[in-house]
């Protein structure tokens, strides 16, 4: 069956880093385009970064730009979000999602980690 399982969440102090990653399995890695979103308490969930191919395009939430990279390894089955320069505002569940390039009713959800950034 389809699973998404990140890691890497965690608490970090302002201004610091923290790499998430989402193991993926149950489908063909490489048709679907990656993304992570967020969901902070009492707001909607919201896309923060996507990629669609390895070394392909990439696109970004204006909060993000320049402070988070996105990438993925399709030998590895794997997306990652490197976070750096972190702020309070990021503090959320970050989540996994997977859709089909070719079939986009495709879409699946990991089940989320917390990232705190917190003084």
């Known amino acids: 069956q389809v699973q998404l399982v990140e890691s890497g969440g965690g608490l970090v102090q302002p201004g610091g880093s923290l790499r998430l990653s989402c193991a993926a399995s149950?489908?063909?890695?490489?048709?679907?385009?990656m993304s992570w979103y967020r969901q902070a308490p009492g707001k909607e969930r919201e896309l923060v970064a996507r990629i669609v191919r390895a070394g392909g395009s990439t696109s970004y939430a204006d909060s993000t730009k320049g402070r988070f990279t996105i990438s993925r390894d399709n030998s590895k089955n794997t997306v990652y979000l490197q976070m750096n320069s972190l702020k309070p505002e990021d503090t959320a569940v970050y989540y996994c999602n997977a859709r089909g390039l070719y079939d986009p009713l495709n879409n699946y959800w990991g089940q989320g980690t917390q990232v705190t950034v917190s003084s």
């Open positions: 149950g489908f063909t890695f490489s048709s679907y385009a």
